[in-house]
């Protein structure tokens, strides 16, 4: 059998456990004096199990043992301890469900829902940001506050980090968090399971099924506020096709977007993405309860990475910036490599008029690029090959008439951008697709 400390330790997030295990102590005591005075780890254990809404035959099947041990069990001890402790008469207690209830009536429940928190990502040095902070403390809290609010922006921009900062600030106005990171790409009901076992005066709803799960789901968040952040919500999107689509199996998704942004909930839901989807992008405006960011690169605060990498020539670190379009991690990434190989001079650098793609910074790329439609990928390399500004006619003319849709959804990709002389690839995004023309072009 598992150690006590293996099983459903996830119920020390939402009950204060040391008052209930002496406080059940006691109870036992009235009716068993004859027993340990304590809890044994047995009981602890079962009652950790109840407490996360486990029935005694999911119990029994983590204990590696046989569900009518565990009910006969429960039936001696905990059952007849929770009766005295809550006040109610002996064998009144019905179901395991009960339980989780009545403690739940009597108080001992943690002051807040705490869902995979541990596992929000450390931040030690965060530069700049404050507008951005600021416009997204402004949309997710009272007395306007947004339903659901996304944060777009191409790999390495500072999604996660943000809303990490984000959350630091603005948490203890809701009365739970959840962090959900998809880049494992969960099935949505499993997710769900994982949440509703663990939300508290919600019974109990029957795993896989999707549609019930989502209407337990809005029916808590409209009587909690909780904070709710979806990150890297792009993994879960399909590659070789436009901008949004979900993979195969993870179309329900989408219906879990559209409940959350437009069904009334007193929650606020927060998404990280490479990409929008339909969903959003329907319900999303300046005055609605669901809007979207487009994060840009750091400006001068892009100065922080430039001096913890110790580089030189500080009067041209404006330029490297631009180049790079201030975004974080590659600048960390070209910085450390300007150290290595230029001795941290930019001016040394700069003279060799390249941009400096590493195998971190390719790599980045080339996940987008993997990403993209065959009529994208072909308007990167028709980009590539002008290199300077054009204008949708020329594009027209170069390709195809119908360049709209895979123009727009790059654009929305963050790998083209656009200025009033036209369209163009950024310059990392420009430097990779030639590279990659001319190993493909190689024999």
Not at 181 to 194: D, I, T, V
Not at 312 to 320: H, V
Not at 412 to 429: H, Q, W
Request: charged residues 25%.
């Amino acid at each position: 059998m598992a150690a006590e400390h293996e099983l459903f330790q996830e119920a020390q997030t939402q009950w204060d456990l040391e008052k209930l295990y002496a406080d059940l102590a006691i109870a036992k005591q009235e009716i068993a004096p004859h027993k340990q005075p304590s809890l044994t780890p047995v009981e602890r254990e079962l009652l950790r199990g109840l407490l996360c809404r486990y029935s005694p035959t999911e119990i029994a099947a983590q204990r590696f043992t046989a569900p009518k041990t565990v009910e006969v069990s429960l039936s001696n001890s905990l059952y007849r301890y929770v009766e005295v402790l809550t006040q109610r008469d002996l064998n009144t207690l019905e179901s395991w469900r009960d339980v989780a209830n009545w403690l739940a009536t009597a108080g001992y429940e943690s002051a807040r829902l705490e869902i995979n928190w541990s596992q929000v990502p450390d931040v030690p040095v965060f530069y700049g940001r404050e507008e951005e902070l600021t416009t997204l403390k402004t949309w997710t809290t009272e007395p306007q506050a947004c339903r659901m609010v996304m944060v777009l922006g191409p790999g390495g921009i500072g999604k996660t980090s943000l809303l990490v900062k984000l959350a630091e600030q603005i948490q203890n106005q809701f009365d739970g968090l959840i962090w959900q990171s998809l880049r494992h790409a969960p099935p949505l009901e499993k997710m769900l399971h994982h949440w509703l076992t663990q939300f508290r005066s919600l019974h109990p709803v029957p795993a896989g099924d999707v549609h019930d799960q989502l209407c337990g789901l809005t029916e808590y968040l409209r009587t909690r506020r909780c904070l709710i952040v979806l990150d890297n919500l792009d993994t879960i999107l399909r590659e070789g096709d436009f901008a949004g689509h979900y993979r195969d199996g993870y179309e329900n998704y989408g219906d879990l977007l559209r409940r959350l942004g437009e069904e009334q909930h007193q929650s606020c839901v927060l998404i990280t993405s490479r990409e929008s989807t339909k969903e959003i992008v329907m319900l999303d405006g300046p005055s609605r309860p669901v809007r979207s960011l487009e994060l840009p690169g750091l400006g001068p605060a892009a100065e922080g990475i430039l001096q913890e990498a110790n580089l030189s020539d500080e009067k041209q670190w404006g330029q490297l910036i631009r180049i790079y379009r201030g975004n974080p991690l590659v600048l960390k990434i070209v910085a450390s490599n300007i150290r290595e190989l230029f001795s941290g001079s930019v001016s040394n650098f700069l003279k060799q008029r390249i941009t400096l793609i590493t195998s971190d910074v390719s790599f980045l790329i080339e996940q987008q690029f993997q990403r993209l439609s065959v009529a994208e990928q072909e308007l990167l390399y028709t980009l590539a090959k002008i290199r300077e500004p054009v204008d949708v006619e020329r594009l027209q003319q170069e390709l195809t008439p119908n360049i709209l849709q895979p123009l727009g959804s790059l654009v929305r990709r963050s790998l083209v951008e656009k200025s009033a002389a036209g369209f163009t690839l950024r310059p990392v995004v420009m430097e990779y697709v030639c590279d990659r023309m001319s190993r493909e072009a190689s024999p």
